[in-house]
């Protein structure tokens, strides 16, 4: 199994670097656009991407003091099973947020494909939780002819 991993320090409180992370209102602020599902434990999110499709989650923890988690249980087979969470640690003015995308069966290109997104993604988050303002889907950052 092989992971995406990801760290970024945002300049903003924790709860709100949360709110961004575990309601849809804050995640279509930074990821996507088009979100349905209530963000709730045993509940599930659906995710989509326009022509590119989308994921359907379900929600495995929320933890207001700073963590996040879903499995993957629809979307490109690659996804099926992997897990996606944050962990947010308030350290001054800053909130870091470690990103992990896990349990991925091999690196294939797919893979490298998605880790730059996540990425773009989590540089999104951050712009939307300083500024007001990301750049979700469909208003993201293209990197390759997969988008």
């Known amino acids: 199994m092989v992971d995406i991993l990801h760290r970024v320090g945002v300049v903003a409180p924790l709860d709100d670097v949360y709110r961004a992370v575990a309601t849809p209102e804050g ?3 930074w990821w996507t656009t088009d979100i349905v599902g209530k963000s709730e434990v045993g509940g599930q999110l659906a995710f989509r991407f326009g022509d590119l ?4 989650m379900e929600v495995l923890e929320l933890d207001p003091a700073g963590r996040v988690r879903w499995r993957v249980v629809d979307g490109p087979e690659e996804w099926i099973r992997t897990e996606v969470s944050w962990r947010l640690d308030q350290r001054g003015e ?3 947020v470690q990103f992990a995308h ?3 069966r091999e690196p294939v290109e797919f893979m490298h494909h998605c ?3 996540w990425a773009t993604f989590l ?3 951050k712009e939307l939780v300083e500024t007001g303002h990301g750049r979700p889907a469909p ?3 293209s990197i ?4």
């Open 27 to 29: 995640l279509a602020g």
């Open 53 to 56: 499709g989308g994921f359907d």
């Open 94 to 96: 800053y909130t870091i």
């Open 102 to 104: 896990e349990g991925w």
């Open 115 to 117: 880790s730059t997104k």
């Open 123 to 125: 540089m999104s988050l």
């Open 139 to 141: 208003d993201d950052v």
């Open 144 to 147: 390759s002819d997969w988008h």
